[in-house]
């Protein structure tokens, strides 16, 4: 079984940075296209960013493009989320989750998820 963790959430004041990691265990992450979710209380799982597994094409939500990077280092087989300007709407759990196609929005096309980390961003 694939493993994801995330790690690198928290408690931060609006206008702030913060950097999401996400390590795979059990098998290589470098053959897999790879996206970050996240969900607020009361709200349905909505798509964040997705990487390529080479790292040369990304897609992102309207909501962070501009403030949100998704990058990757194989060699270490972590996904990270780079978050500057930070929103008190940016409040979710955060999730990263393998995809089993091309750099889908959709929640139906990743197979495997995190246990996912909270950030909450203060105004």
């Known amino acids: 079984q694939v493993q994801l963790v995330e790690s690198g959430g928290g408690l931060v004041q609006a206008g702030v940075s913060l950097r999401l990691s996400c390590a795979a265990s059990g098998r290589t992450l470098s053959s897999y296209i790879m996206g970050w979710f996240r969900q607020a209380p009361g709200k349905e799982r909505e798509f964040v960013a997705a990487?390529?597994?080479?790292?040369?094409?990304?897609r992102y939500a309207d909501s962070v493009k501009g403030r949100f990077t998704i990058s990757r280092d194989n060699a270490k087989s972590t996904v990270y989320l780079q978050m500057n300007s930070l929103k008190p709407e940016d409040t979710a759990v955060y999730y990263c989750?393998?995809?089993?196609?091309?750099?889908?929005?959709?929640?139906?096309?990743?197979?495997?998820w995190g246990q996912g980390t909270q950030v909450t961003v203060s105004s």
């Open positions: 990487i390529t597994s080479s790292g040369d094409r990304t």
């Open positions: 989750a393998r995809s089993l196609y091309y750099l889908s929005r959709s929640v139906s096309d990743y197979d495997y």
